[in-house]
Nanobody, 122 residues
């Protein structure tokens, strides 16, 4: 079993930056694809970014490409999401997810954190 805990969310002005962290315990993250999703109340959970378990291949949603960067530090068992040039439409609860086969489909991920709120003011 893997436990994931997100941190780093908060309130930021448009154009600002935040770095989210996802710390894992229970098992090493190195064997898992790790992703970030986000959700706004009343809407479906949305894929943001993913980093693969092997060579660390990454993929991003079009809405965040060029502004967000996902990375992983296997030695620290932690995944990060660096968010820059934030926009009000980035406001959401951000969730960390881990899985063997998951990529950009949330139903393919076995492990989830509790979420961290990101609010971007205009």
């Amino acid at each position: 079993q893997v436990q994931l805990v997100e941190s780093g969310g908060g309130l930021v002005q448009a154009g600002g930056s935040l770095r989210l962290s996802c710390a894992a315990s229970g098992r090493t993250l190195s064997n898992y694809n790790m992703a970030w999703f986000r959700q706004v109340p009343g809407k479906e959970r949305e894929f943001v970014a993913v980093v693969g378990s092997g060579a660390g291949v990454t993929s991003y949603a079009g809405s965040v490409e060029g502004r967000f960067t996902i990375s992983r530090d296997n030695a620290k068992n932690t995944v990060y999401l660096q968010m820059t040039s934030l926009k009000p439409e980035d406001t959401a609860v951000y969730y960390c997810a881990g899985g063997f086969v998951g990529w950009n489909n949330d139903r393919a991920f076995e492990y989830w954190g509790q979420g961290t709120q990101v609010t971007v003011s205009s």
